[in-house]
């Protein structure tokens, strides 16, 4: 069974600085997906991985992948206020998903 | 109006009652999940669905059932609700082609007493 990791559970950080979140995966997978959910609320779509050395940069949230490495990572950049959320990355399987704990990012003012 | 609805968003129950969850989506995507959320677990898949004649277990599939009444509705039952069954459930669909993105329900929130 394929097993995701993410790292660090917990982020707080301030405004205005950068961050990156890891996602390390067990094994072979070409599809990585990120979400974003707001307490209380469901999962949306952040990013779509789809192939090796793929990168997707959304305002201050940027994403790649290293399928070779088993590992995407979810780069912040000068965080802000409305960034705080749970981000979730996961991983495309054989018509399953397999996702990991979750990142909850707090950015204080 | 929601691409993907739950029913009830809110529930509480007592130990040994049968509850139902219900979904509906109007995205039109054959392939639609049941998805269980713990704190600190992420999100663990209990049923999957390809079509009305395709239902498929999950990671944690005991103590659950399905049923899928149509292409566009699936709901999840809990015969004998228990108290580790409290969590947050969600249901989610996502066409066959492309990149394959989760559609989410709102969650229904059960608390088993």
């Known amino acids: 069974e394929l097993k995701v990791e993410q790292n660090p559970l917990f982020l707080s950080m301030q405004e205005g600085k950068n961050y990156t979140i890891y996602c390390n995966y067990s094994?072979?997978?070409?599809?990585l997906y990120w979400y974003r959910q707001d307490p209380g609320k469901s999962l949306e779509s952040l990013f779509v991985?789809?192939?090796?050395?793929a990168v997707k940069q959304e305002g201050r949230l940027m994403a790649s992948l290293d399928t070779k490495a088993r590992l995407s990572t979810l780069h912040i950049t000068a965080a802000v206020h409305d960034l705080s959320a749970t981000y979730f990355c996961?991983?495309?399987?054989?018509?399953?998903?397999?996702f990991g704990s979750g990142t909850k990012l707090n950015v204080k003012p | 109006d929601a691409d993907v609805t739950q029913t009830p968003r809110n529930r509480i129950t007592k130990t040994g009652k049968r509850i139902m969850l219900e979904c509906s989506q109007t995205?039109?995507?054959?392939?639609m999940y049941w998805y269980r959320q713990d704190p600190g677990l992420g999100l663990r898949l209990i049923y999957y669905?390809?079509?009305?004649?395709?239902?498929n277990k999950g990671e944690i599939s005991d103590g659950y059932s399905v049923s899928r009444q149509a292409q566009a509705k699936f709901s999840l039952s809990l015969e004998s609700a228990i108290p580790n069954q409290t969590a947050l459930y969600f249901c989610?669909?996502?066409?066959?082609?492309?990149?394959?993105?989760?559609?989410f329900g709102a969650g229904s929130r059960l608390t088993v007493l």
């Open positions: 996961a991983v495309g399987g054989f018509n399953k998903f397999y």
């Open positions: 995205k039109g995507h054959d392939r």
């Open positions: 989610a669909t996502r066409d066959g082609s492309g990149a394959n993105v989760l559609t």
């Open positions: 991985l789809l192939s090796n050395g």
């Open positions: 094994t072979t997978s070409d599809r």
């Open positions: 669905s390809f079509d009305v004649k395709d239902i």
